[in-house]
């Protein structure tokens, strides 16, 4: 029962940081500025209708995914790459992986949720179906990312927050966009997305 409400608490964190879209033209390659009005991210999808959309940090890590042996609660285990190439669950996967792995070690999920950019928060490891997102509209962000002198998205394998199981996680490479469940402690680069 504690568990369920951290984790519920923790989903609500996540929600109250989640800023409406700022006044302007966006669309996807705008660089969006954090409240100390420095670039902070950069749009990769964006619905004008609601005025919704994803953003890309502006900066990458190498981390891990997390604990081999201990599959998260509350997260759904996707069993093959198809399956969790519709996950776009990565807000509810990352509150659940941090709320069962805690802040003791650094891995992927744990760094997109204490990411901060220009003072917004409210980042998260991306699931599959938004990390395949990210990467069809990869060429116009990576213009964007290099107008902010900020690092490009690169061909390498990043993680997702789609798990497979107690031992494996989900990872694409940018190199082609291929899905592969993975040793949850191989290092692979991560990316933090939100929701504005």
Known sequence: MLKKIVFLSVILL???????????????????????????????????????GYMVSLVDAQLPW?????????AADYINSAV????????????AIVTQL????????????????????????PSCGELNLLLSKRQVVNQALQKANASPITNSWHWSSSEGNEDMSWNITFAGGDNYATDKSAVRRVRAIRKF
């Not at 409406?20 to 990769?44: H, L, M, R």
């Open 14 to 52: 996540f929600s109250t940081f989640l800023l409406n879209a700022q006044t302007g033209q966006i669309e996807v390659g705008s660089i969006i500025n954090g409240k100390d009005g420095k670039p902070a991210g950069v749009v990769f999808q964006y619905d004008a209708q609601t005025g919704t």
């Open 66 to 74: 997390g604990t081999m042996g201990v599959n998260i609660e509350y």
């Open 84 to 95: 969790a190439g519709k996950d776009f669950n990565g807000l509810i996967n990352t509150a």
């Open 102 to 125: 805690g802040t003791k070690a650094d891995y992927a999920a744990r760094w997109c949720f204490e990411f901060n950019a220009g003072g917004l928060t409210g980042w998260y490891l």
